[in-house]
């Protein structure tokens, strides 16, 4: 039986995305065989990819002067892939702390650049700087920041100002889950397995003029000049999983685009705040303006209940809800192929537990 899936990652997929597939498994195209089973640089592939690249750019409507890059090493290795290309052994950078994810990615930065906490979220990273808090670094290779953290559940609701600096983002949680205006980014990077598809694959989306800038012993399949220019096929690629996200930027193309997506995914959140803000036995923590409209977070007003509540719920079909390790509590992670039949079931359950036991 399929469950409402809320994991934070890798996480849900479209049904119809994964009956594609199915169907698709042991004849792909005609070929005989799965795509997991022919070459890359075939004809057949090579066609998958490249339309895996044309519905994303339409999709996001990515300008001509951005390539689209398909990567491996997860978001992590940006963590050090974009200092290695973009910011040189001298350099100061300027980075957002608001959680997690932006700690992790600091840390990585320190050994290639010089770091500047240009905002902090501070404490229990409850909230998003606003942009006044911004202490910007007026030479600064460029300004990385985390528009949507993963773990806490919170969301930036502006895109920072950075005077032409260039704005990095890791936008793993929140990719295609709304517009966004391309131009205003430098470089954008993702790890699929949350709102794209299988993992094992990163997307960077990167101008071209930042592009060719890679400082020496930069290993050339980091090198994003290199995989450039040889249409991120410099070696092998993910190829199941660049095929699974094409299905899944079809599944979205057919599905109303960013448009139809953001305002899907507004409601969902908002339904799902407005149940937890109702009720005094489940709690938000986060500052009304910094909410994720992607990862909810929740507490419960008696913690000894936790265990009970994931149990029962994933009884109800109700899975992956347990917060992360370090916050502990309640999480429902809410990407685009969450639909909102399983946030009204879990407002159900909600109700009906709080009910039993409050
Ligand atoms: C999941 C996540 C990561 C880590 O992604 P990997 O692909 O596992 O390296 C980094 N940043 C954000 C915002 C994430 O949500």
Same mark, same amino acid.
């Given at each position: 039986?399929?469950?409402?899936?809320?994991?934070?990652?890798?996480?849900?997929?479209?049904?119809?995305?994964?009956?594609?597939?199915?169907?698709?498994?042991?004849?792909?195209?005609?070929?005989?065989?799965?795509?997991?089973?022919?070459?890359?640089?075939?004809?057949?592939?090579?066609?998958?990819?490249?339309?895996?690249?044309?519905?994303?750019?339409?999709?996001?409507?990515?300008?001509?002067?951005?390539?689209?890059?398909?990567?491996? &090493?997860? /978001?992590? $290795?940006?963590?050090?892939? +974009?200092?290695?290309?973009? =910011?040189? !052994? @001298?350099?100061?950078?300027?980075?957002?702390?608001?959680?997690?994810?932006?700690?992790?990615?600091?840390?990585?930065?320190?050994?290639?650049?010089?770091?500047?906490?240009?905002?902090?979220?501070?404490?229990?990273?409850?909230?998003?700087?606003?942009?006044?808090?911004?202490?910007?670094?007026?030479?600064?290779?460029?300004?990385?920041?985390?528009?949507?953290?993963?773990?806490?559940?919170?969301?930036?609701?502006?895109?920072?100002?950075?005077?032409?600096?260039?704005?990095?983002?890791?936008?793993?949680?929140?990719?295609?889950?709304?517009?966004?205006?391309?131009?205003?980014?430098?470089?954008?990077?993702?790890?699929?397995?949350?709102?794209?598809?299988?993992?094992?694959?990163?997307?960077?989306?990167?101008?071209?003029?930042?592009? &060719?800038? /890679?400082? $020496?012993?930069?290993?050339? +399949?980091?090198?994003?000049? =290199?995989? !450039? @220019?040889?249409?991120?096929?410099?070696?092998?690629?993910?190829?199941?999983?660049?095929?699974?996200?094409?299905?899944?930027?079809?599944?979205?193309?057919?599905?109303?685009?960013?448009?139809?997506?953001?305002?899907?995914?507004?409601?969902?959140?908002?339904?799902?705040?407005?149940?937890?803000?109702?009720?005094?036995?489940?709690?938000?923590?986060?500052?009304?303006?910094?909410?994720?409209?992607?990862?909810?977070?929740?507490?419960?007003?008696?913690?000894?209940?936790?265990?009970?509540?994931?149990?029962?719920?994933?009884?109800?079909?109700?899975?992956?809800?347990?917060?992360?390790?370090?916050?502990?509590?309640?999480?429902?992670?809410?990407?685009?192929?969450?639909?909102?039949?399983?946030?009204?079931?879990?407002?159900?359950?909600?109700?009906?537990?709080?009910?039993?036991?409050?």
């Amino acid at each position: 039986m399929r469950v409402f899936n809320f994991s934070p990652g890798p996480a849900v997929l479209p049904v119809e995305v994964l009956e594609q597939a199915r169907d698709e498994m042991l004849d792909w195209n005609g070929e005989g065989m799965s795509v997991m089973e022919v070459s890359h640089r075939g004809k057949a592939f090579m066609k998958v990819a490249g339309e895996a690249e044309a519905d994303l750019r339409e999709l996001m409507s990515i300008p001509a002067n951005y390539k689209v890059l398909f990567m491996q &090493g997860g /978001a992590s $290795a940006q963590f050090a892939i +974009v200092p290695m290309n973009l =910011a040189a !052994a @001298d350099s100061t950078t300027d980075y957002v702390n608001t959680g997690h994810w932006s700690l992790k990615g600091i840390t990585e930065a320190r050994h290639y650049t010089t770091v500047h906490v240009a905002g902090d979220a501070g404490g229990q990273y409850l909230r998003v700087p606003p942009q006044s808090e911004l202490d910007l670094t007026d030479e600064a290779a460029y300004f990385h920041y985390t528009p949507n953290e993963t773990i806490s559940g919170v969301e930036f609701g502006y895109v920072p100002e950075t005077a032409g600096v260039p704005l990095v983002a890791d936008m793993s949680s929140s990719i295609l889950s709304q517009p966004l205006d391309v131009s205003k980014f430098g470089l954008v990077y993702a790890g699929a397995q949350k709102n794209i598809g299988p993992s094992g694959l990163v997307v960077v989306i990167v101008r071209d003029d930042l592009i &060719g800038r /890679a400082r $020496a012993g930069t290993p050339l +399949v980091f090198d994003y000049k =290199a995989v !450039a @220019d040889n249409d991120s096929m410099l070696n092998t690629p993910p190829t199941f999983a660049w095929y699974v996200s094409g299905l899944v930027f079809k599944w979205l193309k057919r599905n109303g685009g960013v448009a139809a997506m953001g305002e899907r995914n507004r409601v969902k959140a908002q339904t799902l705040y407005a149940a937890i803000d109702a009720s005094p036995f489940y709690r938000n923590w986060i500052a009304a303006d910094s909410r994720s409209r992607m990862n909810v977070t929740f507490t419960l007003a008696r913690p000894d209940l936790d265990a009970l509540f994931l149990e029962q719920a994933a009884a109800a079909g109700l899975k992956n809800l347990k917060g992360h390790r370090v916050l502990g509590g309640m999480r429902a992670s809410l990407y685009n192929a969450m639909p909102l039949a399983g946030v009204e079931a879990l407002i159900a359950f909600m109700r009906e537990f709080e009910r039993k036991y409050a």
